[in-house]
């Protein structure tokens, strides 16, 4: 166990939705990141919080967007799904000492379906 | 970012040592070598990471080439449960607490 905690599970919707997904970082971990893995493109980075400002994108479609909260959380919405848009989605989470190297611990991952 | 080049594939018997190969001749003075695993229906988790000198933890050993154009993770005696798909990532120091560039990895197959 990570201690990353991710909801939902899985997650199913159809085309033209919108959907939110939540994840609670490690306690005392400031950073958030957002990762896609599909078949095709294995692991993508998205997106970055550090202390609830966003400090990094990567290959993030307009149509998702994300917060880090005050209390750390973080939610990645995703909107006007399309079938591509099925994957998994892992949120991952590190202290960001910014020195010398930093660990991220993985959660479970949310698994969206597309319809 | 400098890249990085594994195996596709590797095979080992259980209690077998494996030797998962990196090559990243590209490398900066900056960069640490990190290793990451992703089991099966599981989020990538740390593995190991090391600089210069050859490392070991509870989890595995990492052994640097003196030039630093590649690398070599060793599990000691592979079990069931090392069965995963292994990433060699380069960080640079100073984007140390940056996104993690996950290339295809090695997919390890252990057989009992």
């Known amino acids: 166990d990570s201690g990353v905690t991710q909801t939902p599970k899985h997650l199913i919707t159809a085309t033209g939705q919108r959907v939110t997904l939540r994840c609670s970082p490690r306690?005392?971990?400031?950073?958030v990141y957002w990762y896609q893995q599909s078949l095709d493109q294995g692991l993508q980075f998205l997106i970055q919080?550090?202390?609830?400002?966003?400090?990094a994108k990567g290959n993030i479609l307009e149509r998702f967007s994300a917060q880090q909260f005050p209390d750390l959380h973080s939610e990645l919405n995703l909107s006007s799904l399309e079938l591509g848009d099925s994957a998994l989605y892992f949120c991952?989470?590190?202290?960001?000492?910014?020195?010398?190297?930093?660990?991220?611990?993985f959660g479970p991952g949310t698994r969206l379906t597309v319809l | 970012d400098a890249k990085t080049t594994q195996p596709n594939s590797m095979e080992s018997n259980e209690e077998e040592p494996v030797h998962l190969p990196c090559n990243h001749s590209?490398?900066?003075?900056?960069?640490?070598i990190h290793w990451y695993r992703q089991l099966p229906s599981q989020g990538p988790e740390y593995v190991i990471h090391?600089?210069?000198s050859n490392v070991n933890n509870r989890m595995a050993s990492l052994a640097i080439a003196e030039d630093r154009k590649s690398s070599t993770l060793i599990l000691h005696r592979a079990t069931l449960r090392d069965a995963a798909v292994y990433y060699c990532?380069?960080?640079?120091?100073?984007?140390?607490?940056?996104?993690?560039?996950f290339g295809a990895g090695t997919q390890v197959v252990v057989t009992p």
């Open positions: 590209t490398i900066s003075g900056t960069d640490y």
């Open positions: 990532i380069l960080r640079d120091v100073g984007d140390s607490w940056g996104k993690l560039q």
């Open positions: 090391g600089l210069t």
């Open positions: 306690s005392g971990d400031l950073s």
């Open positions: 991952a989470s590190s202290v960001a000492t910014r020195r010398g190297t930093d660990t991220q611990y």
């Open positions: 919080y550090y202390n609830g400002e966003e400090r």
